[in-house]
């Protein structure tokens, strides 16, 4: 166990901060996992962390980009996420259906169909299984944006492939056809 990652579990995410930086001060480079910590820790610093590691050539998990993707998203930074997304992909970074959602949301936020869509099918492309988030987030996104056609295709599409909705979802969307 790290003293980082004990401090991250305790939510002393600042002395944990701290700590790497003392490391990197007496020249010690820290382990992925050691910055992964800090970026779990969903911390203000999460994107300057994740930065860091990417930049001392550490190429993260799903969970670790999907964090730092997730915030990004969150601060309607798309494009930083997409080209972080890309920096990670030419070295064999492989994203998942979360990764893809988190985009996806990010971009439906900004009321950006076609990047919306663009994401889909370069998931389909790379064979990334949607999952129900990422069927939820186009079908929400497109009823909302009044394409309720384009909408109900992709409900086939996902019945199709036996993609499980539980009853809170069908009633979300349900409200919107």
């Excluded at 002393?12 to 701290?18: L, R, T």
């Excluded at 010690?28 to 050691?34: F, G, I, K, Q, V």
């Amino acid at each position: 166990m790290s003293f980082v990652g004990a401090f991250c579990r305790d939510g002393s995410v600042g002395e944990a901060i701290s700590l790497v930086r003392e490391m990197e001060g007496n020249e010690l480079r820290p382990y992925s996992e050691t910055f992964e910590h800090v970026v779990v820790a969903d911390s203000e610093e999460c994107v300057r962390v994740f930065d860091e590691i990417v930049r001392v050539g550490f190429v993260p998990g799903c969970v670790v980009f999907n964090k730092v993707v997730e915030r990004l998203c969150e601060k309607g930074e798309m494009e930083k996420a997409n080209g972080i997304l890309s920096v990670l992909m030419d070295k064999w970074f492989s994203p998942d259906d979360v990764t893809y959602s988190l985009l996806m949301q990010g971009y439906a936020r900004k009321e950006e169909v076609q990047e919306v869509l663009k994401l889909y099918y370069e998931m389909e492309y790379k064979r990334v299984y949607p999952g129900l988030s990422v069927f939820v987030t186009v079908v929400q996104f497109l009823c909302r944006c009044g394409k309720v056609e384009e909408a109900e295709r992709y409900l086939r599409v996902m019945r199709e492939r036996l993609v499980a909705l539980d009853a809170s979802v069908y009633g979300e969307l349900a409200s919107f056809l």
